[in-house]
């Protein structure tokens, strides 16, 4: 998709759905302050109605530091008409601003309390949606953010014991117990086990009974064959070993039998599957025997036991989430990632349709900082908030409200943190082609580096065919970066071979050598 260099950002449109991608030092902050200021002036808002949201506490700190200092700029040169400032963005305001008086009477009530801007983290948005809407939430606003949550282990650990409590009864649940057993030891593996499902649920709804897959159907069956081939080896141990030995390859016949039949001494599954791979050797007898007569329907449903272990899993997860979902309304503390689950849940549920409208009235535009970094949650939010249509809060006469997202795809770092780039793709094709900008100009390195990586870089060095690498262009010139007296290369690059520890601690040597210089 065409995308058009962004130069001013009173080019941009001023509502709907915008995004800009920025290359590395091309000065997406003083973007971020500009179009902060240009919003207020235009459409009349005061600088709380203007959602700003970013990653870290430390670039909300540093976000309203600037945007501050931008207001107090454009303030002073609006007040002092003769001034000529130097910044190539205040010169454009100055001629851009219709009505100064209008402009310094919001600036200037702006400035009175900076704290008061609604620049946030995802994390702090979403703790103030909870807090101010409480009646729209599962929880009420009187909860507290914990750094780190043991009451899912807690909880974990309170659904194993009732598991094991429960199956221990039957045989049938003896076996259950020992499926989930091969699979989790103990509840710190199945806490492992289970937390990618519940990540999962947040979007997409856990529901074990919608799988294509008939558990109830496929455990009967595999049990039975199962039971069968335990009583027939209890009934003739000593012709099910006869028949091995005779059909067996003769050096191999007593490590088969060592490792084979104790497999099938007891219904329950061994917890270990390291034997499996040898279950094939059963086929090799050929004589009718009701152990080895239900061989090939054993192995059969032996291959598609994977289905059930997710199955298992699924159905662990959904029951593990809802004790977790409950306790966590009860105690009212709640993790980072709970802010972002249950604000989205209050937002996009069919029965607060007015939650959105109603944000949206508060926060008519929103600028989303390192949008590179969001994941299908909180795309989500924002895609309920500011819908692609642009439509207009129930009610209101003001002009539509837009969102801003500002970030680079090639700078998606924290998948780690649940950062998912394709979300950051489906972002971007919501946008219409005339409201994808780029910003180029590099105003953080020099002419030789930039250069250098653009050299390096081409359209196809990422995984996605959706990025691409727009070459950087120098927005300043910088003094040449030298050591020891002498121009440095922009960029260096060694080709290692570490066969051994001993050369590889020759090259870290190397390198803290090098970073030192």
């Not at 130069?7 to 449109?13: E, G, H, I, Q, T």
């Not at 870290?56 to 700029?73: G, K, N, P, V």
Request: aromatic letters at 10%.
């Amino acid at each position: 998709m065409p995308i058009q260099e962004l130069n001013s950002v009173f080019a941009l449109p001023s509502k709907g759905r915008v995004l800009i991608e920025a290359n590395a030092g091309t000065g997406k902050t003083y973007t971020i302050q500009g179009l902060f200021l240009r919003l207020m002036v235009e459409h009349g808002l005061r600088a709380d109605q203007i959602l700003v949201v970013t990653f870290t506490r430390m670039a909300t700190h540093e976000l309203r530091s600037r945007i501050t200092a931008r207001l107090q700029d454009a303030l002073d040169v609006l007040i002092h008409p003769d001034a000529q400032p130097d910044d190539p963005f205040l010169q454009e305001f100055t001629s851009w601003v219709v009505d100064r008086d209008s402009a310094v009477r919001r600036l200037r009530s702006a400035l009175q309390d900076s704290s008061q801007f609604s620049i946030f983290t995802i994390h702090g948005f979403c703790q103030n949606i909870l807090r101010d809407h409480p009646s729209h939430s599962e929880v009420g606003p009187e909860f507290e953010v914990i750094e780190s949550d043991s009451s899912l282990k807690e909880v974990i650990e309170d659904w194993w014991r009732s598991f094991h409590d429960r199956t221990a009864g039957s045989e049938a649940g003896v076996f259950e117990a020992s499926i989930l057993q091969r699979l989790a030891k103990n509840t710190t593996e199945l806490e492992k086990h289970v937390k990618p499902y519940l990540e999962l649920r947040s979007v997409a709804r856990l529901d074990p009974e919608s799988s294509a897959f008939d558990p109830a159907a496929y455990l009967e069956e595999f049990f039975q064959v199962r039971k069968d081939m335990v009583e027939a080896r209890k009934r003739d141990p000593d012709g099910v070993e006869a028949l091995m030995r005779k059909w067996g390859t003769a050096r191999h016949v007593d490590s088969r039998l060592r490792d084979l039949m104790p497999m099938f001494e007891t219904l329950a599954l061994p917890p270990s599957s390291d034997n499996e791979s040898k279950l094939k050797y059963l086929k090799d007898v050929k004589e009718a025997h009701p152990f080895y007569d239900a061989v090939p329907r054993y192995l059969s449903l032996f291959e598609e036991l994977g289905k059930y272990h997710s199955w298992l899993l699924l159905k662990t997860a959904t029951e593990i989430s809802e004790s977790y979902d409950s306790r966590r309304v009860r105690s009212r503390e709640l993790r980072y990632h709970d802010l972002l689950e249950l604000a989205r849940n209050s937002i996009c549920s069919s029965n607060n349709a007015g939650l959105a409208r109603s944000l949206r009235t508060v926060w008519p535009y929103a600028l989303v900082d390192e949008f590179q970094d969001t994941d299908p949650l909180q795309f989500e939010l924002f895609n309920t908030i500011y819908p692609e249509e642009g439509e207009p809060a129930a009610g209101s006469r003001a002009e539509p409200g837009g969102l801003f997202m500002i970030g680079d795809p090639k700078q998606s770092i924290y998948s780690f943190r649940g950062a998912d780039i394709f979300t950051y793709l489906t972002a971007r094709r919501s946008v219409s082609e005339a409201a994808l900008y780029t910003l180029r100009r590099n105003f953080r390195s020099r002419g030789t580096l930039i250069e250098a990586v653009n050299r390096l870089m081409h359209r196809d060095s990422f995984m996605s065919k959706s990025i691409e690498y727009a070459p950087s262009q120098m927005g300043k010139s910088l003094p040449p970066f030298t050591i020891d007296g002498l121009e440095a290369k922009p960029i260096r690059i060694t080709d290692v071979k570490m066969p051994d520890k001993a050369n590889k601690n020759k090259v870290l040597s190397h390198v803290r050598v090098e970073l030192a210089r």
